[in-house]
């Protein structure tokens, strides 16, 4: 309990550390410009909406360069989430910035004219790059063969974003002039600026030198592949808790192109150094992951994630639900219960297309009515042939109130699935009036 207040309190205050950051620039201006309160409606609301979009802008890489402390706080997942919602915020935030002005002289002139002096030419090169930006995110959700691409796009634009942003504002901005403003934007340039290169220049050398070997390649079921991999000689080995995941990046490897990620940690030994992922061939990266071979180098980056049950000490009787590949962090949690003789009772309803789908399952059967963990498996199949004895269409309220007897409000859910199996799941949980820090889910999306 202790520790959940502690994580609660911690969280308030980054959250209040945000805001105050953002609201930094707006303040000061306020404070220190002292013709700021006789200025018009519409001018006030031009200069706000620029002022509070920059320190988000400049924040933004400081959410995406996957900082541990943020992810024990958040866990990545939530903080990628919120940097797409500012990344919404500030978008929005400065098309307010030239409609207000435009406003305050009733003129359309910043929008309709060619001739205007270079440092608002290069303001409006920087919204254009923004609604690319914007464009381009929403964009890959529908076409998600693009995403490499589309991340090589969003890392070029953002850099672009910011450098026009903070020229036209240094060039424009009438209050830039005042120091403690100029210091505010520069100390917030510097740190968007750093954790830009400490994410992508120092973290990726300093990961060249914690390589670890692909010690196996296994096939599981129908085109999925468990990959586990040992440190290189002096490496220091993964520590991991059941249920995170990792980045993984092949480096040189004959079948495989260099790129990154990221993939639950499906074992768990901790009797030896090695770790490993199990992983479905569901796109061009996935679908050559079999031919990589024993010997590869790869890098890894992690563990990343909040989806374990040991991170919530006073939950202790679970319900997990997972769909096809979503199995993963559920194995590592298993295992993991398995080998800390953790007598827990846990339901695990496992939704599957095929009986040639159900990944891990001699060994979800071995565990299954077992002491540690008291593990009930319900295999759940959409489409089963005419010898399936178990359970078949979909995971229901129904379904569940018959495998659990009794106390299902105080059980601790865990869901990881396809996105519409997990919405479906979250809302048949909340239906059993389970509270909401008993359901835990992981998208396997960031
Ligand atoms: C936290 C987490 C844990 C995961 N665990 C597993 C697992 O245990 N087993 C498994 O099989 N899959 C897992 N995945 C999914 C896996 O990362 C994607 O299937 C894989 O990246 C798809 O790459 P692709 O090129 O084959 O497919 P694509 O068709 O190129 O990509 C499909 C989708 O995967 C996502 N994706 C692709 N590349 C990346 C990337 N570099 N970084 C982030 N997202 C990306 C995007 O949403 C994209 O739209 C996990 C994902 C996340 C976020």
Request: charged residues 20%.
């Amino acid at each position: 309990m202790k520790r959940s207040k502690t994580l609660a309190l911690a969280r308030v205050a980054a959250v209040c550390a945000y805001a105050a950051v953002v609201c930094a620039p707006a303040l000061a201006m306020y404070i220190i410009s002292p013709n700021a309160a006789q200025r018009t409606f519409f001018l006030q609301v031009g200069l706000f909406s620029s002022l509070l979009a920059f320190p988000m802008l400049a924040l933004q890489p400081v959410l995406s360069a996957r900082m541990k402390w943020l992810d024990r706080l958040f866990g990545l997942d939530r903080i990628y989430a919120f940097h797409k919602a500012m990344a919404i915020t500030s978008g929005v935030l400065l098309l307010i910035h030239p409609i207000a002005l435009s406003l305050d002289s009733m003129d359309l002139y910043l929008f309709t004219s060619l001739y205007l002096p270079w440092n608002i030419q290069i303001g409006k090169l920087g919204l254009l790059v923004l609604i690319v930006l914007i464009f381009a995110a929403l964009l890959q959700r529908v076409v998600h063969r693009t995403y490499e691409r589309w991340r090589w796009l969003h890392n070029l634009l953002a850099l672009v974003l910011l450098a026009v942003g903070i020229i036209h504002a240094r060039l424009s901005g009438r209050d830039m002039t005042s120091p403690p403003i100029q210091l505010i934007f520069y100390a917030l340039l510097a740190l968007g600026i750093g954790s830009y290169v400490a994410h992508k220049l120092i973290g990726p050398a300093r990961r060249e030198k914690r390589v670890f070997h692909v010690a196996g390649v296994a096939g599981e079921k129908r085109k999925v592949w468990t990959v586990t991999l040992k440190p290189s000689p002096g490496a220091r080995p993964m520590k991991h808790i059941p249920g995170q995941f990792q980045f993984i990046k092949p480096i040189g490897c004959k079948e495989l192109p260099d790129e990154e990620h990221p993939f639950t940690i499906s074992s768990y030994y901790p009797e030896n150094d090695l770790h490993a992922s199990t992983i479905k061939e569901s796109g061009d990266f996935t679908s050559l992951i079999g031919g990589l071979r024993p010997g590869e180098r790869v890098t890894v980056q992690g563990p990343f994630g909040r989806f374990s049950y040991l991170l919530y000490p006073d939950e202790n009787e679970f319900v997990f639900m997972a769909g096809g590949i979503g199995i993963t962090p559920f194995m590592s949690m298993l295992r993991h219960m398995a080998f800390s003789k953790a007598e827990v009772p846990v339901f695990l309803f496992y939704a599957n297309r095929t009986e040639e789908d159900i990944t891990f399952r001699e060994e979800l059967d071995r565990m299954a009515g077992g002491k540690s963990p008291k593990l009930t498996v319900v295999h759940v199949l959409e489409s089963p042939t005419t010898e399936w004895q178990h359970e078949t269409g979909r995971i229901s309220r129904q379904m569940i109130e018959k495998q659990i007897d009794g106390n299902i409000e105080k059980k601790a859910f865990y869901v990881c699935g396809p996105p519409p199996m997990m919405r479906k799941m979250i809302e048949i949980t909340r239906t059993f009036g389970v509270p909401r820090r008993h359901i835990h889910w992981e998208r396997f999306a960031l």
